[in-house]
């Protein structure tokens, strides 16, 4: 692997950790691509490339992961768990935990008992597969 290659590859893991510590922050290709020190447009274009699938949809999983977390082991309201974790509203909300996890948090929620296994598996069973 080349110099350059390992360069980039670092500047994307840099990005994406960044989501994955600051998921429920608002942010953008403009700030992400900051982090990796590129340009927007290179940055969205090598995200993609490298992880294969695009940055927004890569947070959007990310936070729709963590919603599910809290949807089966807490009591808090759909709409609390909503803002949490980084949605603006609750319809985009649905819609996109619709169409990631394949039912509406609600329904989620209901059929999502916690059950006594280790976490492990728990977290390899209930990832998303989008």
Known sequence: MSRTVEET?????????TMDRAYA???DVPALARVAHVSPGHFART?????GETPHR???RRRVERAM???RETDRSVTDICYEVGFGSTGTFSRTFSDIVGRSPRTY???AAPAN????FT???MRPND
């Open 58 to 60: 890569y947070l959007q």
């Open 117 to 120: 296994v280790p976490t492990c």
């Open 25 to 27: 922050q608002p942010l």
């Open 109 to 111: 929620r209901k059929e």
């Open 47 to 51: 995200f993609r490339a490298t992880f």
């Open 9 to 17: 590859n670092r500047r994307m893991l840099r990005a994406r950790d």
């Open 69 to 71: 977390f809290l949807l």
């Open 123 to 125: 977290k390899a069973w």
